[in-house]
């Protein structure tokens, strides 16, 4: 008898990614489906996966149980690019958008990022702590069991810090898990905007050093576009951060094809991410380096570009690729994951069952947790969903919505959609009487 401490049984269709991780080309696709199942966990790892109707013989379990009801379990999504912790809001901006104002443009005015770092500067760490709270909740209700998270709208070193504090308290403290990843490259502040190797400076012989030290991050990143840090910015910035052990990501080719994937291939980094205008060179760069492509549609759906990163050509060249929502205050405010991945059949063209691993497993591996994550597999997490839909095309096709009944993190049930009175009457009962 295997010993457990929580047990889900009678999942109708058990749906996941299957590793070694990261999957390419025809794998990214192929999932594995076993029908009639249960899953048991012993201190939130995945114990046993076996016939629903041998879990009570071969199981011993000291804990809680939870029946799936016949219908479909899938891995916790893995979100391996997020800016949750901010204050303010841009709700502005987002009116000026719709009436024809371009991103860029507003960004150009003082707005964009700079205004999202005025609100931060100003915010206190409880207060960040407390808005970020409200927003893991979202992302758990939304099936996310473990978020890459970046700092980015402080631009000071105290600032940057205090994000960064608010991150690892929220890890602390919250069932999500949270990676932290250092993003004081995103935007020369307003005090440096005449003069760039003055901040460059202050990244890398005072932010850098100080963060590697509290070790309050694993990656760092930068915003690597036009009109931002250039080739040779990042260049320079991303050496230093390498040089003192930090992984690297980038934001790379997101608003133009400045080269950015190519950097960050030529650079060793694990990730480059968004890579909506990458060039044809720049998935070559990429393939031979192995660095993941983390592409965020959700993004170039709420900027109205009417243009997506080039999943298929991707992924046919043998790229890691993976998704995430891109959740920040301006150019992808959302949590929905679910949401995230319509968007990737729908004009990225990748097929429903690519981009559930591409949001799961290989999510996993573009934070470089995909030996512990992002499949259900003996050994990994107990980070599961359980689904009210009994066929998984129904997370894609029957868009917009969610679909979720529970949520599990480490074994344990962390969420349960609100109750719906009528829910389990059926229209044979007869009419509802209010
Ligand atoms: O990933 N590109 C830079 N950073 C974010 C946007 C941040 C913001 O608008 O606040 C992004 O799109
Ligand atoms: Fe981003």
Not at 146 to 158: F, M, N, P, R
Not at 202 to 212: H, S
Not at 327 to 342: K, L, R
Not at 408 to 421: E, L, P
């Amino acid at each position: 008898m295997i010993k457990a401490d929580s047990l889900i049984t009678d999942i109708g269709k058990l749906i996941t990614p299957v590793g070694p991780a990261p999957l390419l080309k025809d794998n990214l696709g192929a999932l594995r489906i076993m029908e009639d199942i249960a899953v048991a966990s012993k201190d939130g790892r995945i114990v046993w996966i076996g016939p629903s109707d041998k879990a009570r013989v071969e199981v011993e379990l000291e804990g809680s149980f939870h029946s799936a009801g016949g219908y479909t379990v899938m891995p916790g999504f893995v979100d391996p690019h997020t800016h949750p912790i901010f204050a303010g809001n841009r709700s502005d901006e987002f009116n000026m958008r719709i009436q024809g104002k371009s991103y860029q443009e507003i960004a150009a005015a003082g707005g964009g990022i700079l205004n999202t770092v005025n609100a931060t500067r100003a915010a206190s760490g409880d207060d960040l702590m407390a808005s970020g709270w409200d927003r893991l909740n979202r992302m758990v209700s939304e099936g996310i069991t473990t978020i890459e998270a970046k700092s980015g709208y402080g631009l000071d070193t105290e600032s940057e810090i205090k994000q960064l504090e608010a991150i690892r308290e929220l890890d602390k403290r919250h069932p999500i898990d949270i990676i932290p990843t250092f993003l004081g490259a995103h935007e020369y502040p307003p005090e440096y905007k005449q003069d760039h190797n003055a901040y460059l400076r202050l990244l890398t012989e005072e932010m850098l050093p100080r963060i590697k030290e509290e070790k309050l991050a694993v990656f760092c990143d930068i915003f690597t576009e036009d009109g931002v840090f250039s080739i040779s910015e990042s260049r320079f910035f991303m050496s230093k951060a390498k040089k003192l052990g930090f992984k690297l990501k980038f934001h790379a080719d997101e608003l133009t094809d400045l080269g950015g994937a190519s950097l960050a291939a030529e650079m060793g980094a694990i990730s480059a991410e968004h890579l909506i205008f990458i060039s044809d060179k720049g998935i070559e760069d990429m393939a031979r380096s192995g660095t993941a492509a983390v592409l965020l549609p959700g993004t170039s759906f709420f900027l109205m570009m009417n243009k997506y990163a080039p999943a298929r050509k991707m992924i046919e060249r043998g790229l890691p690729v993976a998704l995430a929502t891109d959740f920040n205050p301006g150019s992808s405010h959302t949590q929905a994951i679910s949401m995230i991945v319509t968007l990737a059949c729908l004009n990225m063209k990748m097929t429903i069952e690519e981009a559930i691993s591409a949001a799961t497993l290989n999510a996993a591996y573009a934070i470089g947790l995909a030996n512990d994550r992002g499949s259900l597999e003996v050994g990994k997490l107990a980070d599961m969903i359980i689904f009210d839909f009994k066929d998984y095309h129904d997370l894609v096709y029957n868009w917009g919505v969610s679909h979720i009944e529970k949520v599990v993190k480490r074994g344990k049930v962390v969420f349960i959609r609100s109750h719906i009175f009528f829910k389990d009457s059926g229209p044979s009962a007869g009419a509802i009487v209010l």
